[in-house]
């Protein structure tokens, strides 16, 4: 059965404070892993496809890197406006490459 | 602005009640999914339909049915609500499923079965 694991749950991160997140999947057959985030009362933002392993992508803040059996999001220098829940959302052949998404890792910045 | 409608945003049901989810893609897409959101579970597929006049059923489609009425549209129904289906309910669309094709997702709609 594919699995999706994000840790940690949640995250209170100071300004500044530079912090990393992780997705473990099971999903076998990847195609892509996909990063979104969610703000409160919405629904999520796409923000990254990682095709295989060892690509990265870049967006302000945030670095997203992939292994064969997990993927990172780093927040550097976070500001407050980074708070969020972040989910990841791996694709392959045993989910029929539909989208299977974790439980999310909400992230706080406090200024 | 281009993206994905869902009606209504909030709406508090009575166990046994039924009703209908709207959802409307401006986007030209030919997949279209409805996801529950529960908290600590994730997203969780109920049904989609990878093509106008196909609907299949996800991880979690008992006490639902579609109906994909056309390529824009795509609505979920609750014939008999229970306080079970109480949850945050996003529809979301692809241009098309499988292999790398993401999804662009509504606001949501919050339902509260009592």
């Known amino acids: 059965e594919d699995q999706v694991t994000q840790s940690p749950e949640a995250l209170r991160l100071q300004e500044g404070e530079s912090s990393s997140l992780n997705c473990s999947y099971t999903v076998s057959g990847l195609r892509g892993l996909f990063w979104y985030r969610q703000d409160p009362g919405k629904g999520p933002e796409f923000l990254f496809t990682?095709?295989?392993a060892g690509e990265e992508k870049e967006k302000e803040r945030l670095k997203a890197t992939l292994t064969k059996k997990e993927s990172f999001l780093h927040i550097t220098a976070p500001k407050p406006e980074d708070s969020a829940t972040y989910l990841c959302a791996p694709s392959g052949s045993s989910n029929d490459y539909k989208l299977s998404f974790g439980a999310g890792t909400t992230v706080t910045v406090r200024a | 602005n281009a993206g994905v409608t869902q009606t209504p945003k909030f709406q508090v049901l009575k166990t046994g009640q039924s009703m209908t989810l709207q959802c409307a893609q401006d986007?030209?897409?030919?997949?279209m999914y409805w996801y529950r959101q529960d908290p600590g579970m994730g997203l969780r597929l109920i049904y989609y339909s990878a093509s106008e006049g196909t609907t299949d059923k996800g991880e979690v489609p008992n006490g639902y049915n579609v109906s994909r009425l056309n390529k824009r549209e795509f609505s979920l129904r609750l014939e008999s609500a229970a306080p079970s289906q109480t949850s945050v309910y996003f529809c979301a669309s692809s241009e098309k499923t499988g292999e790398n094709y993401g999804y662009t997702f509504g606001s949501g709609t919050r339902l509260t079965v009592v």
């Open positions: 986007m030209n897409h030919n997949s």
């Open positions: 990682l095709y295989s």
